[in-house]
Nanobody, 115 residues
Framework: QVQLVESGGGLVQAGGSLRLSCAAS????????MAWYRQAPEKAREFVAA???????NYADSVKGRFTISRDNSKNTVYLQMNSLKPEDTAVYYC?????????WGQGTQVTVSS
């Protein structure tokens, strides 16, 4: 079992920044790669960013150049630094293992960007 706890969301004005955290506990040794996803109201959950075991990263086109994913293996924590936020970034943000064979999800953290 893996438990995921996201935090760091909040209300920010357009152009502002937030840093999200995802703390993993439980069977974390089986996790090599992690990703962030988001779900806006009445929309499907979508991929945001991923970080792989070798340190490589991948981003959705909509966030490239604005968001940065990183990890601290000593803390079993993955971060998402979000800069130059836009109203369209408003969503609940979730982290998950890659691949997510057991469908592990945290409760998410709400990010609201005002115009």
């Amino acid at each position: 079992q893996v438990q995921l706890v996201e935090s760091g969301g909040g209300l920010v004005q357009a152009g502002g920044s937030l840093r999200l955290s995802c703390a993993a506990s439980g069977s974390v040794a089986v996790i090599n790669s992690m990703a962030w996803y988001r779900q806006a109201p009445e929309k499907a959950r979508e991929f945001v960013a991923a970080i792989f075991s070798g340190g490589n990263t991948n981003y959705a086109d909509s966030v490239k150049g604005r968001f940065t994913i990183s990890r601290d293996n000593s803390k079993n924590t993955v971060y998402l630094q979000m800069n130059s936020l836009k109203p369209e970034d408003t969503a609940v943000y979730y982290c998950a293992p890659v691949p997510n064979r057991n469908n592990y999800w945290g409760q998410g953290t709400q990010v609201t960007v005002s115009s």
